[in-house]
């Protein structure tokens, strides 16, 4: 679920609103009656399209293929500023939340919807910070607090922190802000490199995971 930031509530009331529409987006089954001026002030690529003089409609039709209509459909709502309760990954269940957001973090990133990145990155870095409160501390005789986390806790942890390590390995993705959210929420839990290793074993988990370790290990010295 995206979370509960706006892109521009104003324009809620345009969305698929024939009024003052001068462009049609197709994708999937939908036709949404769609406005230059609010997508371009969003989208560096509808802003390339729509101000190129090369044609890029037909018949005022702007075709977005190549990706899941659900999620095109909620990044269109996104921009017109819908609230998240309204924008839902189709499962609930935590892998199935984790999976929408990485496309739909693929899909902000290639239209260049810096708004709707910022907000998936505060998505995973809100999930992380849920598991702080599952930590327990265990106080030794010299009074010293020690953090633990459960098996429960320290599997989950792990296959965000994957999860995202796997997305950007496996593209090429300009925006760290999503590396760079994670890495800061997972260092927030605790108390530093070695603790990570000795909860989430986190060097065998980013194995093959050069970037995502090399900037955790930077990131955790600081």
């Known amino acids: 679920m995206i979370a509960a930031t706006t892109a521009s509530p104003n324009f ?20 949404i009656k769609a406005h230059k001026a609010i997508l371009i002030g969003y989208s560096k690529v509808f802003l390339a399209a729509f101000t190129s003089k090369l044609p890029t409609t037909t018949e ?3 075709e977005i293929e190549g990706h899941d209509s659900d999620l095109v459909l909620d990044m269109i709502k996104h921009i017109y500023g819908f ?5 839902m990954p189709p499962n609930p269940e935590a892998k199935a939340r984790i999976y929408y ?13 810096a708004t709707l990145s910022a907000l998936v990155a505060g998505n995973f870095a809100e999930m992380l910070q849920d598991f702080r409160v599952d930590c327990y501390v265990h106080y030794g005789r010299e009074g010293r607090g020690c953090r633990y986390l459960d098996t429960s806790s320290s599997r989950d942890i792990s296959m965000v ?15 760290k ?5 994670v890495l800061d929420a997972l260092l927030d839990i605790g108390p530093g490199y070695e603790w990570l290793e000795d909860c989430l074993q986190i ?4 194995q ?4 995502f370790l090399a900037e955790l290990i930077s990131r955790s010295k600081g």
């Not at 609230?83 to 924008?87: A, D, G, L, R, Y």
């Not at 802000?177 to 959210?181: D, V, Y």
């Not at 093959?208 to 970037?211: F, L, Q, S």
Request: hydrophobic share 40%; no cysteine.
């Open 83 to 87: 609230p998240e309760w309204t924008i």
């Open 60 to 62: 005022g039709v702007y």
């Open 12 to 31: 809620q009331h345009l969305y698929d609103n024939p009024f003052l529409s001068d462009v049609t987006l197709s994708f999937g089954d939908h036709r």
């Open 177 to 181: 802000s999503l590396m760079h959210g």
């Open 101 to 113: 957001l990485q496309d739909m973090f693929l899909l902000a990133n290639e239209y260049e919807v």
């Open 161 to 175: 922190v994957r999860e995202v390590a796997e997305l950007y390995h496996d593209n090429n993705i300009a925006d």
């Open 203 to 206: 060097t065998d988990l980013l």
């Open 208 to 211: 093959g995971m050069d970037e």
